[in-house]
């Protein structure tokens, strides 16, 4: 029997660069409003970015996604859309 060979999804060029384009522009935006980006996911759709929380966050217009707490303080995790990205950060309660 002959074994079988994973075949990874093809990656569509045009995609990956629209994507990488929509990312690009949302980066420059926060980096603009003096905003540290700490992660990037371009596998989800939108792409998600995450973003360290500060004084800054206030030009974002987020929406409260969930809550959860680390055992002493409390979360609310957050998230936005910038140029057609998923911008998430957790603000402590």
């Given at each position: 029997?002959?074994p079988?060979h994973h075949?990874?999804?093809r990656?569509?060029?045009?995609?990956m660069?629209?994507?990488?384009?929509?990312?690009c522009?949302a980066v420059?935006q926060l980096?603009?409003?003096?905003?540290?980006?700490?992660s990037?996911?371009?596998?989800?759709?939108?792409?998600l970015?995450?973003i360290?929380d500060?004084?800054?966050?206030?030009?974002?217009?987020?929406?409260?996604?969930?809550?959860?707490?680390?055992?002493?303080?409390k979360f609310?995790?957050?998230?936005?859309?910038?140029a057609g990205?998923?911008?998430a950060?957790s603000e402590?309660?």
């Amino acid at each position: 029997m002959k074994p079988r060979h994973h075949n990874p999804p093809r990656v569509d060029r045009c995609e990956m660069r629209r994507k990488s384009n929509l990312v690009c522009a949302a980066v420059q935006q926060l980096v603009a409003m003096g905003i540290e980006v700490i992660s990037i996911d371009m596998q989800t759709e939108p792409a998600l970015i995450d973003i360290n929380d500060s004084h800054q966050v206030y030009r974002l217009r987020g929406d409260s996604v969930g809550h959860y707490s680390d055992g002493h303080r409390k979360f609310v995790k957050k998230s936005a859309l910038l140029a057609g990205c998923t911008i998430a950060w957790s603000e402590q309660r």
